[in-house]
Structure formats: structure tokens, C-alpha cells
């Protein structure tokens, strides 16, 4: 089986490629990438995964069913935001990226699921 990877969830085609270009400059493995909840979901289910982060804003729905998925297997991740949004109680513990990301961010998050 592969080395787990990080998914990383973002619906925005250019800041998904920001973050790839980010983990390359850090030495790490490509991620896995979702740009939806569905695409989210199924990657949990079917891939060993280190970490993830997560957008809360994925179009018209919210990144909390691919946060309650991760929680159910295990997976430690951190949310991304562009700002304004109320995480729910159930994450309220969850670190929060804000966006622009700042590489150092990044690396501080994924530090924290031992990566």
C-alpha cells in the first residue's frame, strides 16, 4: 500500500496548485487533491491519508461533512478559510489557515499531524 498522503480539499483550481507548488518548495510528497465534498469523501474512504486540509467554503456546500468524515477515521487536519465563517463546536479545536497562505503556516499544520 502507498505512503499516506495529504488531501488537500479546495475548490479553486489555482489555490490548490499554490498549495502543490508550496508542499514541492517544503520536500514533500504530492498530495491528494479534492475540489469537492463527493471527491473528498471518497478519497477518505479509499486512501491512507496523513492529514488533509480542508476549505470550508467548497462552492455551495461547506467543507463539515469532510471534516466528520476525517474525525471518523482518525485523520488529524486543519481548515482553510478566506475569512468570515463560524466553525462549528464539534471542530471548534481545529487549527484555522487563513488565506492568503503563508508557506510557514502551512508547515506549522502539517508539523502538527507529524509530517
Known amino acids: ?5 495529504i488531501l488537500i480539499v479546495e ?3 489555482l489555490i490548490g496548485m499554490m498549495l502543490v507548488d508550496m508542499f ?3 520536500g514533500l510528497p504530492e498530495p491528494a487533491q479534492a475540489t469537492g465534498k463527493d ?3 471518497a478519497l477518505i474512504a479509499s486512501e491512507p491519508l496523513a492529514g488533509a486540509l480542508v476549505d470550508i467554503n467548497l462552492g455551495e456546500d ?3 461533512p469532510v471534516a466528520d468524515a476525517l474525525v471518523a477515521m482518525g485523520i488529524p487536519f486543519a481548515f482553510t478559510s478566506g475569512g468570515g465563517d463560524v466553525i462549528p463546536a464539534a471542530h471548534a479545536s ?3 489557515i487563513p ?3 503563508r508557506i510557514g503556516d502551512i508547515e506549522a499544520a502539517l508539523r502538527d499531524f507529524g509530517v
Not at 500500500?1 to 498522503?5: I, K
Open 1 to 5: 500500500m502507498a505512503d499516506p498522503r
Open 11 to 13: 475548490d479553486d483550481v
Open 24 to 26: 514541492d518548495a517544503l
Open 39 to 41: 471527491e473528498a469523501l
Open 62 to 64: 461547506k467543507g463539515w
Open 94 to 96: 481545529r487549527r484555522l
Open 99 to 101: 488565506k492568503p497562505f
